[in-house]
């Protein structure tokens, strides 16, 4: 026996971040069953509960050194799951498939709405993993699929607990709109800030200025008041910077503009 020959290193650890990303597949999961029974508020937040494990699962990952091929792949296709498949069919339990009521046309148009959106989050994924280290940490190309999905069903449980008086049925047209532009934005060119960091050089990339530390407790304070209203007020101020910020580098004066 070659007594220098070091005994295979367990691997049990990297079933740490996998049980993260496994409690986000879950949720997804339920999120659909949740939808198919007409809980929309139960849907909402199980796609709320995946996101917040699909932040956590990289993170414990990187903590532990068990980042590997495998994590990342399994991670995409779990978040496909989450943010691209439960979203679009609870979107479409909760308004869209009331669009049949309008005409045969109609109807169509709404599981294919759905359908646009799933396809362009798998789409916006497999864009995500190929620019993987050839990207500007800071930005985003393309609106992030949990983003997307957080617009989503903050949309939905902002009027599915009958609060505001609407039901999905009255919001069929705009629960439309709101899922295409999603959609199309996952899959544009429009960059979007990530959070992850300043960009200067020697700054990790984990960092971010002081005054994002000082928006938390105000943060808190609004999503205190009320939660789904804020979410959704949160995700539409994020979900427009992009084409402001899109729009503002086309305009200004072409030597302002950085390189």
Known sequence: MDENKHPPRSRSIYLLPNLFTTAGLFAGFYAIIAAANGQFVHASLAI????????????????????????????????????????????????LAYLKFDSGVMGRVGWSVAFIYAACAALRLARFN?????????????????????????????????????SGEELRFVALAVTLAAALLMVSRIRFWSFKGSGNPG??????????????????????????????????????????????????????RSP
């Open 48 to 95: 709320f509960v995946a996101a917040v494990m699909d932040g956590i699962d990289g993170r414990v990952a990187r903590m532990t050194g068990t980042s590997t091929d495998f994590g990342v792949q399994y991670d995409s296709l779990a978040d496909l799951v989450s943010f691209g498949m439960a979203p679009a069919l609870v979107m479409y339990h909760w308004a």
């Open 130 to 166: 190929t620019q993987v280290g050839t990207t500007d940490k800071r930005w985003f190309i393309g609106l992030a699929s949990p983003a997307a999905a957080g617009l989503m069903m903050s949309f939905v449980w902002a009027f599915a607990d009958g609060s505001l008086g609407w």
């Open 203 to 256: 700054v990790k990339a984990d960092r971010v200025p002081f005054y994002v530390l000082l928006l938390v407790p105000v943060v808190i304070a609004v999503l205190a008041m009320d939660l789904p209203r804020a979410l959704l007020a949160i995700g539409v101020v994020y979900v427009c910077s992009g084409p402001v910020y899109w729009l503002w580098r086309r305009w200004r004066p072409v030597g302002a």
